[in-house]
């Protein structure tokens, strides 16, 4: 059936080192493609999405990019501060309802 | 709080016993989800519904129950038959079909006692 696969589950990176989220998912006729933010006992919160039609996307220190030949998409946080420690969901939609989510990173940027 | 709003937050049941946790949002989307989480599996779907009077399970549905009788309200009924139901809920919408875009409510904390 339809899955998303996530890794690393957890990542512990130094302050102002870089962070790479890796996702693959198993549909194909997946076309968008969103990463959330979970704060600890806090709801997730959208902080970039890409869609089929593009390769990458950035936003300030954050990017994402899509190779849709490998199934794959990955999330890059640059200059990596402590307000990024969170938990992180990749998600995949084929443009209905559904998302499927990939099972989470946690990440520690450590001081 | 973001246009929708689950409660309660902590939710204690006992053995037996169905609860009813309520979701309800203002954003006028014709969507709405209810998610299971639990540490290491991520976010699992257990009913949604496209429209109102009209619900489809997800991946664990057995166990619970939704209704939708208007398009604000999305309440999910954990049964006795739901063996572990201790787990953080949540609810979410979107626009709805072709429209990108979850929100999501800030959870409810389900623990069996």
């Known amino acids: 059936g339809e899955n998303v696969e996530q890794h690393p589950s957890t990542l512990s990176v130094q302050e102002g080192d870089s962070a790479v989220i890796k996702c693959t998912y198993s549909?194909?006729?997946?076309?968008?493609f969103p990463w959330y933010k979970q704060e600890l006992g806090k709801r997730p919160q959208l902080i970039i999405d890409i869609r089929s039609n593009v390769g990458e996307k950035k936003d300030q220190r954050i990017a994402v990019t899509l190779n849709k030949t490998a199934k794959h998409f990955s999330l890059h946080i640059t200059e990596t501060q402590p307000e990024d420690s969170a938990v992180y969901f990749c998600?995949?939609?084929?443009?209905?309802?559904?998302?499927?989510f990939g099972t989470g990173t946690r990440l520690k940027v450590l001081a | 709080d973001g246009g929708i709003t689950q409660s309660p937050k902590y939710l204690f049941r006992k053995e037996g016993q169905n609860v009813t946790l309520s979701c309800e949002q203002n954003?006028?989307?014709?969507?709405m989800y209810w998610y299971r989480q639990d540490p290491g599996q991520g976010l699992r779907l257990i009913y949604y519904s496209q429209i109102v009077n009209d619900f489809q399970k997800g991946d664990i549905a057995e166990g619970y129950s939704v209704s939708r009788e208007k398009k604000e309200s999305f309440p999910l009924t954990v049964t006795s038959a739901q063996k572990n139901p201790t787990a953080f809920y949540l609810c979410a919408s979107s626009p709805g079909h072709g429209s990108y875009g979850y929100t999501f409510g800030s959870g409810t904390r389900l623990t069996v006692v």
């Open positions: 954003l006028n989307h014709d969507a």
């Open positions: 549909d194909s006729a997946s076309n968008y």
């Open positions: 998600a995949a939609s084929p443009g209905t309802y559904k998302y499927i």
